[in-house]
């Protein structure tokens, strides 16, 4: 899948703004907006489309919005929008609430109530990666939702943690998913998003058991990849650190059709090979590639990069710098 990319960079001075507002500000989410820079305006976005959901990842110099009543009555998508504020500042005011919030945080807006505010300020360009997606899709009652629009909360470890760099990764890698992975992508998001209000809510109790199975298990695939290097970890140390048992850890992982030292080996096996065919670390001894991602008999990493890649990891890393000299 390919994410449509906009950019008003290399467009006449006097277009940019109002091919920005046609594109974005209608389409996605219709607003009246404006600018204090109509003359020096700048615009760039990536737009992912999942069917299920809509992922946009866009810069801007400042702008002003409001979505008043009467656009809510000409053109109501009923839908949400998670923003994932990634640099600069702004002002929402929606539900009763007049909030500032900043890089770093979430913001739910809801298309079915009046909005205004801003984002940017001065020159600098403000980033924000927004996820849209229907109101009725989150599986969450209306009354306790409404509890955190235009509610800024912040990205921490734990599940809007994993949320925050789940939604990045699917933008920055749009390009390696099929369109037939995006009923999964959607089904994925929804109950990462799902549980992370849960969780700010503290509501988890009103998430279906596959909701809270998705949301765990994201957990601890994002607990593992912090530590892959730890040549000691076991599931014995990642189900204490999630409060489950072994027993339940193992359960899970069963339910992917995977073991856990299984999923700690490809994800071992995935970074070794991607530092391998690294530029970067062309004088990094084999070894210490290995060892860095918790390989530490070379003997066994070789094997086991052979039976993953069908060719041993010198050979690849042979290959891929040949690769590099023919470009």
Not at 11 to 30: C, E, G, H, I, K
Not at 48 to 67: P, T
Not at 135 to 146: E, P, T, V
Not at 167 to 178: H, K
Request: with cysteine; glycine share 6%; charged share 20%.
């Amino acid at each position: 899948m390919e994410a449509l990319v906009f950019d008003t960079e290399g467009m006449a001075v006097q277009d940019r703004f109002p091919f920005w507002y046609d594109t974005l500000s209608q389409s996605f989410m219709p607003s009246w907006v404006t600018t204090d820079h109509p003359t020096s305006f700048y615009g760039s976005a990536r737009m992912l489309d999942l069917g299920g959901l809509q992922l946009l990842v866009m810069s801007h110099l400042k702008v002003e919005a409001v979505r008043p009543s009467k656009l809510i009555r000409q053109a109501d998508p009923e839908i949400f929008q998670l923003h994932l504020v990634l640099s600069g500042k702004g002002r929402a005011v929606q539900a009763g609430r007049d909030v500032e919030f900043q890089a770093g945080q979430f913001l739910l807006i809801d298309s079915s109530r009046p909005l205004a505010g801003w984002r940017g300020a001065g020159d600098d360009a403000a980033e924000t990666l927004i996820v849209q997606f229907p109101r009725a899709s989150l599986g969450l009652r209306s009354a306790m939702i409404g509890g955190l629009v235009a509610a800024p909360f912040s990205v921490r470890d734990g599940i809007t943690g994993v949320l925050a760099g789940h939604l990045t990764r699917l933008v920055e890698n749009a390009g390696a998913f099929t369109p037939q992975d995006a009923e999964a992508l959607t089904a994925i998001s929804l109950e990462l998003i799902a549980a992370a209000c849960a969780h700010q809510l503290e509501a988890s109790a009103s998430l279906s058991p596959e909701s809270r199975r998705q949301a765990l298990l994201s957990l601890i695939h994002d607990f593992i990849r912090q530590r892959l290097s730890d040549p000691d970890l076991t599931p014995e140390t990642i189900a204490a650190a999630h409060h489950i048992s072994v027993r339940h850890l193992y359960k899970i992982f069963q339910e992917q059709s995977t073991t856990v030292a299984a999923w700690i080996r490809r994800c071992r096996i995935e970074q070794c090979h991607r530092d391998l065919a690294d530029i970067r670390k062309r004088s990094l001894p084999i070894q210490t590639i290995a060892a860095r991602w918790g390989f530490t008999d070379a003997a066994h990493f070789s094997r086991t990069f052979r039976a993953a890649y069908g060719v041993s990891p010198r050979e690849h890393r042979i290959s891929a710098a040949g690769n590099e000299s023919d470009l």
